[in-house]
């Protein structure tokens, strides 16, 4: 039984068999009863707010290799860029500030004196 609706009673509604057959085969897929898989299926459309004549357009595998095709597309944009004014643009920065670096001089120390020197003065 359906877990919630055991009190309910049925009720019954005509449809064409082939109608009939291609829903109790569906409901054989979802493995739930005719009445729960009716409720399911109502529910499913109002919560999305979708109807059954609408068509959902482009399936899900056309939608994902258009997104390849762009996602390909900036690849192929952002290599370029790289290629053609990143890289140059870099060698030349660097160019620049080699060319620009200070050469650097030897610090000058101060010389120490081994020997003391001797006072000129004698002290009284």
């Known amino acids: 039984?359906?877990?919630?609706?055991e009190k309910e009673q049925f009720t019954t509604i005509s449809f064409k068999c082939s109608a009939v057959k291609k829903f109790?085969?569906?409901?054989?897929?979802?493995?739930?009863?005719?009445?729960?898989t009716?409720?399911?299926?109502?529910?499913?459309?109002?919560?999305?707010?979708?109807?059954?004549?609408e068509s959902f357009g482009p399936q899900m595998q056309t939608l994902e290799s258009l997104i390849k095709?762009?996602?390909?597309?900036?690849?192929?944009?952002m290599?370029?860029?790289e290629k053609?004014?990143?890289?140059?643009t870099v060698a030349m920065m660097q160019s620049l500030f080699?060319?620009?670096?200070?050469?650097?001089?030897?610090l000058l120390l101060e010389?120490?004196?081994k020997k003391e020197k001797k006072p000129r003065f004698k002290a009284k």
């Open 84 to 88: 053609n004014q990143t890289k140059p």
């Open 98 to 106: 080699q060319e620009a670096e200070p050469k650097k001089k030897p």
């Open 38 to 53: 009716l409720l399911l299926m109502i529910e499913f459309f109002e919560s999305n707010g979708i109807s059954p004549k």
């Open 1 to 5: 039984m359906d877990k919630g609706y």
């Open 69 to 77: 095709k762009r996602i390909n597309g900036v690849i192929a944009v």
């Open 111 to 113: 010389k120490e004196h």
């Open 79 to 81: 290599k370029d860029i």
């Open 24 to 36: 109790r085969a569906f409901t054989r897929k979802m493995g739930a009863s005719n009445s729960m």
